[in-house]
């Protein structure tokens, strides 16, 4: 056989891998997105943005931090164009905290800091995720989706408090902020 033809062969024989290997992946995104598009993803809350800030988990009362009789901290916030609320969070370094929060508008998210505290936040839909913070400190807490002319202006402050002087703060069943009134 010559050479050429030893070439002609072995690359066939790639050519059959890499078919193969394509052929793979689309199947598996055809199985997936079918699968996934027949059933809702698990854990999925929703809720009426016309009238969430009006009464329930959402309304005006019930927004910031606060500590559960189980010792769980839970944080209720809202996004609106183009404001967080409320604007200044508190929570406890090295505790567990659980955010909850959604949006009566547009689609917005945030980050806190350099820490993967990191949510979208989509009108109709209550996001929820739960994060320990590390370092305490004074965090930045920008939106980062695109929501409109005053996006690059929306954003809030997250302060991180040693554990024991957030417990000192916290009152049985009282929401916490940092907001100055
Ligand atoms: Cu809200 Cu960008």
């Not at 800091?113 to 993967?116: D, E, S, V």
């Given at each position: 056989m010559s050479a050429v033809n030893v070439a002609v062969l072995a690359e066939k024989r790639w050519a059959i891998v890499v078919g193969v290997i394509i052929a793979a992946i689309v199947g598996i995104m055809v199985v997936t997105g079918l699968h996934w598009s027949s059933m809702p993803p698990s854990r999925v809350e929703t809720i009426d943005p016309r009238t969430l800030h009006i009464s329930g988990e959402f309304a005006e009362g019930n927004l910031g931090t606060s500590v559960g009789s189980d010792g769980k901290v839970v944080v209720r916030l809202i996004a609106q164009q183009y404001s967080f609320e409320p604007q200044c969070l508190v929570v406890p370094a090295g505790l567990p905290v659980t955010f909850r929060g959604t949006s009566t508008d547009a689609i917005h998210g945030f980050i806190v800091?350099?820490?993967?505290a990191n949510v979208m936040l989509i009108p109709g839909y209550v996001a929820t995720f739960t994060t320990t913070f590390r370092k305490v400190g004074d965090e930045l807490m920008p939106c980062h989706e695109y929501c409109g002319s005053g996006h690059a202006a929306m954003w809030a402050h997250v302060q991180v408090l040693p554990p024991e002087e957030f417990m000192r703060k916290a009152k049985a069943g009282e929401r916490m902020s940092c907001v100055r009134r």
């Open positions: 800091g350099k820490t993967n």
